[in-house]
T-cell receptor, first 112, second 113 residues
């Protein structure tokens, strides 16, 4: 069984630009969660998608948005990039809401 | 807000000894407590989880115990091996899980040869 995949592995952007990150869940999983792992801040919840709908978002500005496609893959968009957006962005998928979440390898976003 | 406190931040043990990592949580309604292992440069890996209707769960050398009254849970690793070296995160769900997983700050486990 293929695990959660994410692309790209690394992304370098300039402040003010936009970044798009992609996630493909494990086959059969309908929930996708996005987390930010910044140095010293641990993993923080960003967004939750289930059955194509945004179900909830964490304490992040509206510059962070995304969507889930009919095949349950998901996209995270970050607009007007700021230096502090530099972090590892992880997505996780699950079959049953917040339980048993499996993570992808992450996208390392660097904003210069 | 709801949070998870994790201790210690760094733990160094001799190979073959046991390691224990502890977490406390703030919401007594929490009912799901997973543990993740993250090796350097790798994804967090779900290694064990426990639900609130269970007091203890084991899987080979790892075990998790839950004390709902005291609102804390612990990860126990016995007969530690070099490959156990990693950062371990505990987590919990609050408010039914709409906010995803709330993670502790992590414990860097170092296995000394």
């Amino acid at each position: 069984e293929a695990g959660v995949t994410q692309s790209p592995t690394h992304l370098i952007k300039t402040r003010g630009q936009q970044a798009t990150l992609r996630c493909s869940p494990i086959s059969g999983h309908t929930s996708v969660y996005w987390y930010q792992q910044a140095l010293g801040l641990g993993l923080q919840f960003l967004l939750w998608y289930d059955e194509g709908e945004e179900r909830n978002r964490g304490n992040f500005p509206p510059r962070f948005s995304g969507r889930q496609f009919p095949n349950y893959s998901s996209e995270l968009n970050v607009n007007a990039l700021e230096l502090e957006d530099s972090a590892l962005y992880l997505c996780a998928s699950s079959y049953q809401g917040p339980y048993e979440q499996y993570f992808g390898p992450g996208t390392r976003l660097t904003v210069t | 807000g709801e949070n998870v406190e994790q201790h210690p931040s760094t733990l160094s043990v001799q190979e073959g000894d046991s390691a224990v990592i502890k977490c406390t949580y703030s919401d007594s309604a929490s009912n799901y407590f997973p543990w993740y292992k993250q090796e350097l440069g790798k994804r967090p890996q779900l290694i064990i989880d426990i639900r609130s209707n269970v007091g203890e769960k084991k899987d080979q050398r790892i075990a998790v115990t839950l004390n709902k009254t005291a609102k804390h849970f612990s990860l126990h690793i016995t007969e530690t091996q070099p490959e156990d070296s990693a950062v371990y995160f505990c987590a919990a769900i609050f408010g039914g899980g709409a906010d995803g997983l709330t993670f502790g700050k992590g414990t860097h486990l170092i296995i000394q040869p």
